[in-house]
């Protein structure tokens, strides 16, 4: 079982820049495929960002694409989420998920067997 602490939300104008991180308990952190998903108010959650086990394949919504990057340190059993020219519709409440699908790197939420709790971004215009 993997538990997941997401930090790093706040209030940003737009175009400014914010890092999430997600911090994994366990040992086994570098066994799952890591996601981030996104829930604006009165919207259903959705795919931002997933990362491969090592590290080296990563997947974007293509709303995102070109701003955001994901990576990941299994070393320390983290996984982070760097958003640059962030825009107002980007304000949504944050997770970070685990993945033990082994053949694909997934963006469906059936995908992912343990999520955090979440961390707020309001990106003000």
């Known amino acids: 079982q993997v538990q997941l602490v997401e930090s790093g939300g706040g209030l940003v104008q737009a175009g400014a820049s914010l890092r999430l991180s997600c911090a994994a308990s366990?040992?086994?952190?570098?066994?799952?495929?890591m996601g981030w998903f996104r829930q604006a108010p009165g919207k259903e959650r959705e795919f931002v960002a997933s990362?491969?086990?090592?590290?080296?394949?990563?997947r974007y919504a293509d709303s995102v694409k070109g701003r955001f990057t994901i990576s990941r340190d299994n070393a320390k059993s983290t996984v982070s989420l760097r958003m640059d020219s962030l825009q107002p519709e980007d304000t949504a409440v944050y997770s970070c998920?685990?993945?033990?699908?082994?053949?694909?790197?997934?963006?469906?939420?059936?995908?992912?067997?343990?999520w955090g709790q979440g961390t707020q971004v309001t990106v003000s215009s």
């Open positions: 366990g040992r086994t952190f570098a066994t799952y495929v």
């Open positions: 998920a685990a993945s033990s699908v082994v053949s694909t790197i997934p963006f469906r939420i059936k995908d992912y067997n343990y």
């Open positions: 990362i491969g086990r090592s590290g080296t394949v990563t």
